[in-house]
């Protein structure tokens, strides 16, 4: 049966990433469900799915996607597997923000003729057309990010209770000034993504729990509040 496959157009048009780079990528989103971007497949079924069977190599591929910011990568458990959160590299969306859509050029103008034009395109356009000598001209457009800021205790309780999430705030704070906000072993970029992540996994295995009438199977307001045994 075929897969359905839902991924970014970027991720077909990324000029930085090479065949065999951009169809690892591409399996990877093909493992994506509606709910989250985590994705945690063996390399046999990355290879399947990218049509290479070296496994050494779906390694190396995976940790240059993650260098290249299309996912993030992290070992867990006792077996080290690895998981990949698939993401958007910044460098996609700066490009796009301040350059705006790209303005296409005919190589086959005079260099008269591109000066001229030039004077009439935006200042922020024309820092990216060709010179006179068709020598493209250094970028000089700052690119801004925001910094990453750590949350506190109470911001993630806030958090946590306007949205109805289900991590503890306690553990993620703590789990997170242990390893130096790192995701794997990239820097934090969002710790809302991260609390959401955090949920998403929560609500996976509450999902997978399988449901008990004792009573260590439910609530203790549950069980207090049960009054079967008044009905024999």
Known sequence: MSKLLVAPLEALTDSELTDSERRVLLALFSFRSKVTDTVWPGVEKIGERANIK???????ITTVLAKKGWVEKWKVGFSGRNQYKLVFPERLNTLQDTIGQPLEVDSTYKAESTSQCRQNIPHHTRQNMPSADNKPVQQTIKQTSKRFTKPSLDELFE????????????KFLNYYQGNGW??????MKCWKSTFRTWHLRDLESVKAK??????RGRSIEDALSDRSWANG
Do not use: C, E, T
């Open 182 to 187: 790192k995701v794997g072993r990239s820097p």
């Open 210 to 215: 399988p449901k008990s009438n004792s009573i």
């Open 159 to 170: 958090f946590k209770n306007s949205h109805q999430y289900l991590p503890d705030p306690h």
């Open 54 to 60: 070296d496994k050494a190599r779906i390694g190396k």
